[in-house]
């Protein structure tokens, strides 16, 4: 697999590194529901930079991707960590699709034009792309606009772990 950046996947793993460090540092802030998530695209992420890119690899860790953004969620309604959550359920959700689409076309999501406008393989890309700008502004309006739920260290921990999340994606969208 060709990328148009050839350090992306390892900045995509070092980016999903920092953010899970940062998730289990905030410990008791974050419940596990959001702890898995982030262990699983820190995983995911390492898995992607050090594997041959093999449809089947895409497919598997598309699934476990999937299969993680759903429990990240679960039971975490009315709570203050819902929101932030909601976030890692995103990002996972946005990296399975990314992952199901090199699967498809053995090729990253958004990579030098192929597959863009040809059936499945382009509404998949459209929806990285989409995804990816959601991320980015979620995570801007959760910095800037919104009442933050935590404070000192804790919210120092989230806000990194937020932005080397939507970092991460930015990467990966640009870099495939």
């Not at 990002?91 to 192929?114: D, K, Q, R, W």
């Not at 801007?140 to 935590?150: S, T």
Request: hydrophobic residues 60%; aromatic residues 6%; negative net charge.
């Amino acid at each position: 697999m060709e990328h148009l950046l050839p350090a992306a996947p390892w900045l995509m793993a070092a980016a999903a590194t920092v953010s899970a460090a940062a998730c289990v540092a905030a410990w008791r802030a974050v419940p596990w529901q959001g702890k898995q998530s982030a262990l699983v695209m820190a995983a995911a992420m390492l898995l992607v930079a050090v594997s041959d890119g093999e449809p089947a690899t895409g497919l598997i860790l598309g699934a476990v991707l999937l299969v993680s953004a759903m429990i990240g969620t679960m039971g975490v309604r009315g709570t203050p960590a819902a929101a932030t959550c909601c976030h890692r359920a995103l990002v996972s959700l946005v990296m399975a699709i990314c992952a199901f689409e090199s699967a498809s076309t053995g090729e990253a999501a958004v990579s030098s034009g192929h597959g863009h406008g040809q059936g499945l393989s382009g509404l998949l890309s459209v929806i990285v792309v989409v995804g990816v700008i959601s991320v980015v502004l979620w995570t801007v309006v959760a910095e800037w606009f919104l009442e933050p739920v935590h404070h000192g260290r804790t919210a120092r921990l989230l806000t990194t772990e937020a932005w080397a999340m939507a970092a991460g994606l930015a990467v990966m969208c640009l870099g495939f």
